[in-house]
């Protein structure tokens, strides 16, 4: 069955340097999450969107930005990167109302700012 | 605000026995847990999903319980085999509408000892 797909897997910029994140949700399904994981810490929300719409908003700096394109794929831009911003950053996806929306995670980048 | 924990965060286990992780929440307002595991540096896996109007599911030799009014869930792993030892999450998701966010507990690191 085809998973939550995450492009890079690993990624290394200097401070001050912008990155993007690329997330390819299952097929069919309608809503996206970001999440952020520091080394040793548990996932941090940022942020969702339902149907192409901002849906929920978490701990998302304001150096950070994200949307979903027509096709549901997500971007998370991130810029004037600070070494605090390395950490492996979580693509999800589900479908709402399906079965108590279960959410899938993908494989995650590895964001290493140096 | 929610908190989730998790106890013990690591437990060592001789291969073969049964064992329960264990994970409580603050808010007892959840639409539905959820149980992950995740293996060093990768993704999370789905294990399985608690709605709030359940008691337990069941998938192979995992067993989950949730406790909704006591903030209580456990896994049960039947059976514990070397290819169980990773990180365990659980994770709650808040009943009230439009809010997305998952809250993850700090995990239980399993280690399965041949």
């Known amino acids: 069955a085809a998973g939550v797909i995450q492009s890079p897997r690993h990624l290394i910029k200097e401070k001050r340097e912008t990155a993007t994140l690329k997330c390819y949700p299952i097929?069919?399904?309608?809503?996206v999450y970001w999440y952020q994981q520091g080394p040793g810490q548990d996932p941090q929300f940022l942020i969702s969107?339902?149907?192409?719409?901002?849906?929920d908003k978490g701990s998302i700096p304001d150096r950070f930005s994200a949307q979903q394109f027509s096709d549901y794929h997500s971007e998370l831009n991130m810029s004037s990167l600070e070494l605090g911003d390395s950490a492996l950053y979580f693509c999800?996806?589900?479908?709402?109302?399906?079965?108590?929306?279960?959410?899938?995670f993908g494989e995650g980048s590895w964001l290493t700012v140096v | 605000k929610q908190e989730v924990t998790q106890i013990p965060a690591a437990l060592s286990v001789p291969e073969g026995e049964n064992l329960v992780l264990n994970c409580s929440f603050t808010?007892?307002?959840?639409?539905?847990l959820q149980w992950f595991r995740q293996d060093p540096g990768k993704g999370l896996t789905s294990l399985l999903l608690?709605?709030?109007?359940?008691r337990e599911q069941t998938s192979g030799r995992l067993n989950a319980s949730l406790d909704k009014s006591s903030g209580r869930s456990t896994l049960y792993i039947a059976a514990s085999q070397p290819g169980d030892s990773a990180t365990y999450l659980c994770?709650?998701?808040?009943?009230?509408?439009?809010?997305?966010?998952?809250?993850f507990g700090t995990g239980t690191r399993l280690t399965i000892i041949p």
């Open positions: 608690i709605q709030s109007s359940q």
């Open positions: 994770a709650v998701r808040p009943e009230n509408f439009g809010n997305e966010k998952l809250t």
């Open positions: 969107f339902y149907e192409k719409m901002q849906s």
């Open positions: 097929p069919r399904h309608d809503t």
């Open positions: 808010d007892s307002a959840i639409y539905n």
């Open positions: 999800a996806s589900s479908l709402r109302g399906a079965g108590g929306n279960t959410i899938y």
